[in-house]
């Protein structure tokens, strides 16, 4: 008769597996948020690969981010499985040291330049990424907090590898666990090329629909009065006016000339009033070129719905569909529903495109990289009501206008829900709803 002898189950056993389960999840969560929105992902290696001065190698970001995603999330995949255990912790193990030393360097690159040119009088300049893009646009940490999270990582880390030899390879389950890395790689290649081809199912940034984009965009300058110094002839004392008090002291005649007699200017400072409001998505912009002026918040507050049509670079976009695109604009232009777009490429190829198509929407200006940022296609379409995302579409899935006629009960209904779920306040107090913003007369207007 003969026994199977079983592992005793002690603590190690235990600390083993939860080490095993928790990096799988983990790196398949990482990948998974990232995976989403590659071209984001590719970004972010765009950064690293100029701040290493391997710019040469950025025409290579989007394949590199693709297989970076892929092998992480098949490493998360393997580890779930348990699949062939020694030669996935050594994998493991490389791809951990690789990010923990690279954390390390992000972490305290600043710190060990200004100590070396402290040390050596010299005056070295270094671009450091500051968010290492470990979690997408999902989660955003500094420098230090992913260092640190990584070391935490690689505690994990160090307990799979070292106890590589007693993860049981069941060989009847070898079969499964093949198929399920063959899954695991059509699944994540799937979502990152789906995603690429369309927008990000999971919408990690600013722009994302039922968002009130009108709270991100918007900015209000601060209240400024003029402080004016004076020194006393007599004594020596310094005393301070506002624009007000030397205003009444100039009214009253026997005043004013004491004051002329017994005091000289010394200098004046500015005095913050009331403290402004800086726009969070500051760098994005819907700039006029005929009026040279931000016509952003505006255009984004306005009731109603409207859309803006996002060409970051007309020289790179796809516009095999463009007529298609021009003519959805022509109907909502036609069916008083404004139409705009925006773009960060020079007027001369704006004008150049407009001749070309024909166009009758207007073309407002920004920098590329907020364009990115809402959206990722190249060009896309946004749609817009009272402040709010309610909509948005890669060039290859904007909708026939029957069809968007079609959705807009849903949208309404929508609408409200995102009103109850985030106010239409803005960062002055004011709830947008109860001001009457009327459409912009320009917004229409042929360049």
Same mark, same amino acid.
């Given at each position: ?14 600390? @083993? ?11 398949i ?29 950025? /025409? ?20 779930? $499985? ?17 990010? !923990? ?9 600043l710190?060990? $330049?200004?100590? %070396?040119?402290?040390?050596? *009088? #010299? ?8 968010d290492?893009?470990?979690? +997408? ?28 030899? #007693? ?5 009847l389950?070898? @079969? ?22 369309h ?8 722009? %994302? ?11 209000e ?19 301070? %006016? ?23 200017? $010394? ?8 403290? +402004? ?28 719905? *409207? ?7 007309i ?27 925006? !773009?960060?490429?020079? /007027? ?5 495109l407009?001749? #070309?198509?024909?166009?009758?929407? *207007?073309?407002y ?23 709010y ?9 904007? /909708? ?22 985030? /106010? ?6 004011v ?17």
């Open positions: 008769m003969s026994y199977i002898r079983k592992e005793r189950k002690d603590i190690v056993y235990y600390l @083993r597996e939860f080490s095993r389960l928790f990096m799988g999840i983990l790196f969560f990482s990948s998974y948020v990232k995976g989403v929105d590659p071209y984001g992902f590719s970004i972010k290696l765009e950064e690293y690969l100029i701040s290493f001065g391997l710019d040469f190698f950025s /025409p290579l970001a989007m394949t590199m981010a693709i297989g970076a995603i892929t092998v992480e999330f098949l490493i998360g995949v393997a580890l779930i $499985v348990n699949f062939k255990m020694r030669f996935t912790s050594w994998v493991l193990l490389l791809f951990m040291l690789f990010f !923990t030393l690279l954390t390390f360097w992000l972490a305290y690159a710190d060990i $330049v200004n100590l %070396y040119n402290s040390i050596f *009088h #010299k005056n070295v300049k270094i671009f450091v990424v500051t290492c893009g470990c979690f +997408g646009d999902f989660i955003t940490l500094s420098n230090k907090q992913t260092f640190y999270k990584n070391v935490v990582f690689m505690l994990f880390t160090l307990i799979i590898f070292g106890q590589n030899k #007693k993860y049981k390879q069941n060989k389950a070898l @079969r499964k666990q093949i198929i399920a890395l063959l899954v695991g790689l059509i699944a994540i290649l799937f979502v990152q090329i789906y995603c690429l081809r927008e990000p199912w999971h919408d990690f940034r600013p722009w %994302y629909k039922g968002n009130f984009i009108a709270a991100e965009t918007y900015s300058a601060p209240e400024m009065d003029f402080i004016f110094i004076y020194k006393n002839k007599t004594n020596n004392a310094i005393v301070e %006016y506002t624009t007000d008090e030397l205003m009444a002291i100039s009214e009253d005649e026997a005043t004013y000339e004491d004051f002329e007699n017994n005091y000289v200017y $010394v200098d004046r400072k500015d005095k913050i009033i009331k403290k +402004g409001t800086e726009a969070k998505l500051a760098d994005f912009e819907l700039q006029d070129k005929e009026q040279k002026t931000d016509m952003k918040e505006s255009i984004i507050e306005q009731k109603g719905y *409207h859309f803006i049509l996002f060409i970051r670079n020289k790179t976009a796809s516009l095999n569909n463009f007529k298609q695109i021009n003519d959805f604009a022509n109907q909502c232009i036609n069916d008083n529903i404004p139409f705009i777009a925006v !773009t960060g490429s020079m /007027p001369k190829e704006v004008a150049e407009q001749q #070309k198509y024909n166009t009758e929407f *207007h073309f200006y920004s920098d590329e990289t907020p364009l990115k940022t809402a959206i990722r296609n190249n060009p896309g379409l946004i749609l817009l009501k009272d402040g995302i309610i909509d948005k579409w890669s060039f290859r899935d904007i /909708p026939s206008y029957d069809k968007f006629k079609n959705s807009i009960p849903t949208y309404d209904k929508n609408l409200i829900k995102y009103k109850i779920k985030i /106010p239409p306040i803005l960062p002055n107090g709830n947008l709803d109860s001001v009457n913003y009327s459409v912009k007369e320009n917004m229409q207007i042929d360049e």
